[in-house]
T-cell receptor, first 115, second 113 residues
Framework: DQQVKQNSPSLSVQEGRISILNCDYT??????FLWYKKYPAEGPTFLIS?????DKNEDGRFTVFLNKSAKHLSLHIVPSQPGDSAVYFC??????????????FGTGTRLTVIP | ETGVTQTPRHLVMGMTNKKSLKCEQH?????MYWYKQSAKKPLELMFV???????ENNSVPSRFSPECPNSSHLFLHLHTLQPEDSALYLC????????????FGPGTRLTVL
């Protein structure tokens, strides 16, 4: 069963407008959330993260919002630029038992920013 | 070289071949990972090594065999693969395990004929 879900496989946005990428999770033990960005022929690159003690984290044009009650997070990119066109992966982390893997990924959303 | 590097970047092999994927991290990290990325599926963790010891093996078929000779190098040995094993294989590293952030290599695009 998938614990991290990105229900929109693709998103197109005009340059200069806001891009909003969404992610839902099911495991209430998750306490740390990340967004990765992936260009073709490259590996995922860490973009921004948020701890569950916060509801917002901002880094330049990128802001991640966390709604714990809804088990939902979103990544806002504003203003969107053509270079932002990539696949964005949401990931979630939980400290459960020692030695267990704690990073779960969504299936990704392909963002296309139209010039 | 910086970050995490992987070779080869592309590999085509027959079902009876034996090949190896190589990963090297230049970040001084203590943990390394192999992931499989298939189309429309989440990244699947295959193996985790921490301080050169395997700490996670997520029910991966024995036709995939990892090797971690030191904390900077990780191999994935492949033999008698199936066409459904065709995927992007990503290597990652992190400072420690468990870790909040993992750093990925560019991946090896594997095609099994």
């Amino acid at each position: 069963d998938q614990q991290v879900k990105q229900n929109s496989p693709s998103l197109s946005v005009q340059e200069g407008r806001i891009s909003i990428l969404n992610c839902d999770y099911t495991n209430s033990m998750f306490d740390y959330f990340l967004w990765y960005k992936k260009y073709p022929a490259e590996g995922p690159t860490f973009l921004i993260s948020i701890s569950s003690i916060k509801d917002k984290n901002e880094d330049g044009r990128f802001t991640v919002f966390l709604n714990k009650s809804a088990k939902h997070l979103s990544l806002h990119i504003v203003p969107s630029q053509p270079g932002d066109s990539a696949v964005y992966f949401c990931a979630a982390s939980a400290r459960v038992r020692s030695g267990a893997n704690n990073l779960f990924f969504g299936t990704g959303t392909r963002l296309t920013v139209i010039p | 070289e910086t970050g995490v590097t992987q070779t080869p970047r592309h590999l085509v092999m027959g079902m009876t071949n034996k090949k190896s994927l190589k990963c090297e991290q230049h970040l001084g990290h203590n943990a390394m990972y192999w992931y499989k990325q298939s189309a429309k599926k989440p990244l699947e963790l295959m193996f985790v090594y921490s301080l050169e010891e395997r700490v996670e093996n997520n029910s991966v078929p024995s036709r995939f065999s990892p090797e971690c000779p030191n904390s900077s190098h990780l191999f994935l040995h492949l033999h008698t693969l199936q066409p459904e094993d065709s995927a992007l294989y990503l290597c990652a590293s992190s400072q420690d395990f468990p870790s909040r952030v993992e750093y990925f290599g560019p991946g090896t695009r594997l095609t099994v004929l």
